[in-house]
């Protein structure tokens, strides 16, 4: 049983690792000579430009930025309360309120990349005075690590769904 408890443990830290990563890391899109995220677009890997309401389609960057910084606290706070159950539940008992709020976590990392995905094309082509030299690019380890931080986390909620605790 230790070693299960060191497992989803440990599982849950990376989930949570991996959506920090995702999120403040500048590497959701990526060429030769640039790379960009929902955050700031750097070309020459010096010339930065934050993301601000002056670009168009800023809305739609704000629901990504908005709704991976709710799945990363939605993580941290799931494991926050995993640790309180783990001493306050009677043996038999599920850990329902953990999985919930990180299958919530789960679902909002889910949204921010597919908003992501669907909608960078709109967001280059819309704002080509800072993405002029991003028409090469491909997804960058960031957007990957997104969604497999989704997976991740759907797994570890649904983990806490079916565990109880034991002795």
Same mark, same amino acid.
Do not use: P
């Given at each position: 049983?230790?070693? %299960?408890?060191a497992f989803i443990i440990a599982f849950h830290i990376t989930s949570a690792a991996l959506l920090f990563i995702a999120t403040i890391d500048n590497a959701w899109w990526v060429g030769d000579e640039f790379f960009a995220d929902?955050?700031? @677009? =750097?070309?020459?890997?010096?010339?930065?430009? !934050?993301?601000?309401?002056? $670009? &168009?389609?800023?809305?739609?960057? &704000?629901a990504v930025q908005a709704t991976m910084i709710l799945?990363?606290? /939605? =993580? *941290? @706070?799931? $494991?926050f309360i995993f !640790?309180?159950? /783990?001493?306050?539940?009677?043996?038999?008992?599920? $850990? !329902?309120?953990?999985? @919930?709020? &990180?299958?919530?976590? *789960? %679902? *909002? !990392?889910? @949204?921010?990349?597919?908003?992501?995905?669907?909608?960078?094309?709109?967001i280059h082509e819309k704002n080509m005075q800072f993405y002029y030299m991003t028409e090469g690019g491909s997804y960058g380890y960031s957007y990957i690590l997104a969604w497999v931080a989704f997976a991740c986390t759907f797994v570890s909620g649904m983990m806490y769904l079916i565990l109880r605790k034991r002795k």
């Amino acid at each position: 049983m230790l070693v %299960l408890l060191a497992f989803i443990i440990a599982f849950h830290i990376t989930s949570a690792a991996l959506l920090f990563i995702a999120t403040i890391d500048n590497a959701w899109w990526v060429g030769d000579e640039f790379f960009a995220d929902v955050w700031r @677009i =750097c070309t020459n890997n010096t010339n930065c430009t !934050v993301i601000s309401d002056s $670009f &168009q389609e800023y809305s739609t960057l &704000q629901a990504v930025q908005a709704t991976m910084i709710l799945s990363t606290i /939605l =993580c *941290c @706070i799931a $494991f926050f309360i995993f !640790v309180l159950q /783990l001493f306050r539940l009677k043996q038999g008992e599920r $850990f !329902v309120l953990t999985s @919930i709020i &990180q299958l919530m976590a *789960c %679902l *909002c !990392v889910m @949204i921010a990349a597919s908003i992501y995905t669907d909608r960078r094309e709109d967001i280059h082509e819309k704002n080509m005075q800072f993405y002029y030299m991003t028409e090469g690019g491909s997804y960058g380890y960031s957007y990957i690590l997104a969604w497999v931080a989704f997976a991740c986390t759907f797994v570890s909620g649904m983990m806490y769904l079916i565990l109880r605790k034991r002795k």
